[in-house]
C-alpha cells in the first residue's frame, strides 16, 4: 500500500496518472517469489536482450496428422509430433508455443534487459477447409501476449491501471505479414488493424505514442531511459508484395511518412546523445537478381543508416525463417532513385515465396546463393589486415607492416594495398556499410530457434530497465524535432541522378578525420538540384565511429543461438539415420519442386506403430553455436568491420589457408568451439592449411556442376570453404544433410592447383 500510494503521488505531481481503465489480466503461471515495486524499478542490467520471432500459432495443429500439402498437420495420419514436425511447411502447435515460454521463464527471464519480438504471431493461410478469419488472427496475437504476461508479467499488478507499467521488463514488437488480414496488405492508416493493434499492444506502446501508431503501425520504446531506444519499424509498408502502397518515394505514401517519422527521430535522439536499435518483420534483402523491399524504400533506409551511423547501433529482423545477415552497401545509393526521379536501375524480382509460407526452400537456397555471389564481388583484404582482424587489431597492424617495409622485410606495396582495401570499404571501421541481422524462426520450418544478444554496457553500472513513468518522463522531457534544421544545405547535395560518392560531390569522412578524395567531375559541372525530401546530416567531421563501428558501449558484442531439436524431444522415431535421411531426401526434392509445400523430413513414416502414444523427451533448447570465440566465423565482436570479412570469406570460391577444408580426407578433425560444428566438419572434412594466396574472385570462372574436368595424372579431390559450408548448415538450424549441401549449394570451380587438378570449390 505505501509503495501504491507513493507512486500515484507521485504520478500525480507529475501530470502523468492515466485514464485508462484497468486491462483485464491474463492468469499467471509464475513460480518466482512475488515482486515488489522497488525490485522492478531497481533492476539492474546484464547486457543481454532477447530476440524471437515467428511464432506461427496453430490452434487446428493435431499430433500425428499428416504433413502433406492440404493436411497442414490439420487432419489425416502422419509424422507430426507432439511439439511440431520439424523441417516441414507445418506451423506451431500451441504445446511448443506454451513449451518455449517456459523455458523462458526457468533459465533466462532473469538474465535479459529486454525483448524483441519480430512479428508473425499468427497461423498462415494453409488449408482451404480452415481458411484464416479476423478473428483467429487477433486471437492467436493476443494468445503471444499473455505469454509474455506470464513469463514477464509483474505479480504486483492487480490494481495498477497504467497497461503499460505491467511487464517487468521493457518488450517491443512489431508486425508481421501475417499477423493482417489479407497477409502482405497493410493499408495506409488509420485503418482497422492499427486500432486493432492499439488495443492489443496497449502495454507495450508508450501511451504519447499511441495516436502515431494508430497512423502507421510504427512507434519506439526507451528501453534503458534516456540511453538507448529500441524502434519498431512497420515493414509491410516497405514490403515490394504490399499491393496496397507504392514504395517510398511519394510524399503521399505511408512509407515516404514512416521514413520521415524515423528520420526525425533519429536525429532527436542524436541531439540528446542516444542510440538505437532497429527492428522490423520483413528485413531489407536485396541481391543482384532479387529483393523483398521496394527499391526506393531500400535506398532512403540505407541513406538513413549511413548518415545516421553514429546513432544505429544495429538492426534485426524476422520473417525469412533462416539464420543469417545481410549487408547494406551506401555505394549502392542513388538520390535520384531515392526521391523517384529515377527508376530503380535493372529488374530486381521478389523472393520465391508461396501462399503456406513466406519464403519457400527453393527461394532461400536461390537467395543464400544469390547473396554469396554479391560477396564475391567484395574487395580481398591483404593478409596484413586480415591477420589484424582476427587477432582484434582492426587496422592491421599498419605500423608494424610499414616498420618492415623500411627494415626490407616486406613488400613496400603492402602499406599502399592496405589503404586501398580501407578506402573500398569505408576506411578501417568500414563505413561504407551497415549490418541486418534476420534471426531464425519457433516455428519448425527447420528448428526453432531463439537468440540471446549481448551488448557492451561499460559505463552503465547503475543503469536499470526501463519503467513506464521513467518512459513518458523521458518522452516528455524535450519537445519534439520537425527536421528542419537538420538537413544538408542545397551545396552539399548530389546532382539528382548521381550518386554522392561515387561523383565525389558530397564529401566523405574517415575515422581518421581526413577527408576522402573527390572523384573526378565531368567536365560540364551540372547544377544540384535540391531533392524533393530532406537528407539529415552525416556525423560531425570530429565524430568518432559509432557503436555498430568501433566497440564502446551499447556495441553488439555477440551472441548465442539457441534451438530445440525436435527429433530428440519428440522421440517418435527410431529407424536408422542413414535410411530416414535417404528417404527424406528424395522425397523433398521432387515435392518442394512441384508445389512449394515441404512436407517434412519424417514424412512417409509412422510414429510408435503399435499404440501411437506420444513419449517426448524433456523440452529443452540447447546452444547451437555462439559466436563469441568461435572459431569459424571468427567474429570477435558484431561490428560492422568483422561482417564485411566474414561476408569476404564467405564469397571466396578458392578460400585461403584457414578457410580451405577437403573432403574424404583421413586427418584430425578442424579445431571448432561449438559441439554441432565439431561433428559437422569430423564426418566431412579435415582443415587444410595452405598459407599461397589465390587469385580474386572475380576471376575465376566457374564450371557447370554436371561436367567436372578431369586431369589425366592426377587424382581429384573436392575442396570446400568450410565458412560457406557451416552458414548454410546454420542457416536451416541443422536440418539439411551434408550431401544436400553439397549438392544444393557446391559450385564447380576450374583451377589449377599445385599438382594440376580440378578443385570443386563448395
Known sequence: MIYAFFFLQLALKLGFASAVPPAPQAPLIISEPELKPAQAQSRKLTGKFLHITDFHPDPYYQTYSSTDKGDACHKGTGPAGLYGAEASSCDSPISLVNETFKWIDRNIKDEIDFVVWTGDSARHDNDEDIPRSQVQVVEQNELLVSKFVEVFGKSDNINDTDPTNDFIIPIVPTFGNNDILPHNIFEAGPNRWTKKYTHIWRQFIPEEQRHGFEQGGWFYVEVIPRKLAVFSLNTIYFFDSNSAVDGCAAKSEPGYQHLEWLRIQLQFLRDRSMKALIIGHVPPART????????????????????????????????????????????????????????????????????????????????????????AKLPTPPSSLRKGLVEGDIWGATDEVEESARKGKKRKSESGMQKKYLDKIGGPWGESFSVSHVQASVVPNYFPTIRIFEYNITGLEDATTATAMSRKSCAQEEPMLDGASQILPEEDLADEGDEAQEEGEEEDVSASGKKAKKGKKSKKPRKSKRPRFAIPLPPPKTAPPGPAYSPQTFSLLGYTQYFANLTEINNDFQEAAAAAESVHHKHNDSAIIEGGWNPGKHHGKKPHDRDHTPYPRRFEYEVEYDTLGDEIFELRDLTVRNFIDLAQRIGEFKPKGRDHMYAGDAADTAKTTNTEDKKMVSSTTNAHEDEADVEENKDITEGAAKKKHKHKKSKKRKAINKVWFTFIKRAFVGTIDEQEIHEQFGQVVRGEVEDGDVEVIL
Open 288 to 375: 543482384e537478381a532479387k529483393m523483398s523491399w521496394d527499391e526506393t524504400c531500400w535506398q532512403k533506409y540505407t541513406l538513413w543508416m549511413r548518415q545516421y551511423r553514429d546513432v544505429v547501433v544495429g538492426s534485426m529482423y524476422g520473417h525469412m525463417n533462416i539464420d543469417h545477415f545481410m549487408l547494406q552497401d551506401f555505394k549502392d545509393i542513388d538520390m535520384a532513385v531515392v526521391d523517384g526521379s529515377k527508376a530503380p536501375h535493372g529488374a530486381r524480382v521478389a523472393l520465391m515465396t508461396t501462399e503456406e509460407n513466406d519464403i519457400s526452400v527453393l527461394g532461400a537456397a536461390d537467395y543464400l546463393i544469390d547473396l554469396r555471389n554479391d560477396w
